[in-house]
């Protein structure tokens, strides 16, 4: 079973940067098997998603993140990132990892991920 483990989250002011990391603990979770995916969610809010990667789509976004937000995910590793640059309060979440197999038709609909991991938070002060 592939279990995911995030980390990168951290406090920071508006107008700064953080890089997050979801490692993902099975041998067979690489980025030419599976969709990967960022989502967030803030007390009060639905949750989100953010940004959405694989290697038969063009890479996803959403809008309030689009050109402040980067989704890579490094060949041979088993690790997803997610740059965040240009931090604003609205980015305050708790930031979650997703996967499931499967390349295509990759999109930021949770319904679709199976392996979740238990989030990392992101506090952005103004």
């Known amino acids: 079973d592939v279990q995911l483990v995030e980390s990168g989250g951290a406090s920071v002011q508006g107008g700064g940067s953080l890089r997050l990391s979801c490692a993902g603990s099975s041998d067979t979770f690489t980025y030419g098997s599976y969709c990967l995916a960022w989502f967030r969610h803030a007390p009060g809010k639905e949750r989100e998603g953010v940004a959405a990667?694989?290697?038969?789509?063009?890479?996803t976004y959403a809008d309030s993140v689009k050109g402040r937000f980067t989704i890579s995910h490094a060949n041979g590793d088993r690790i997803l990132y997610l740059q965040m640059n240009n931090l604003n309060p609205d980015d305050s979440a708790r930031y979650y990892c997703?996967?499931?197999?499967?390349?295509?038709?990759?999109?930021?609909?949770?319904?679709?991920?199976?392996?979740w991991g238990q989030g990392t938070q992101v506090t952005v002060s103004s």
């Open positions: 990667i694989s290697s038969a789509d063009p890479t």
């Open positions: 997703a996967a499931r197999r499967g390349t295509a038709r990759c999109t930021l609909d949770a319904g679709d991920f199976v392996h």
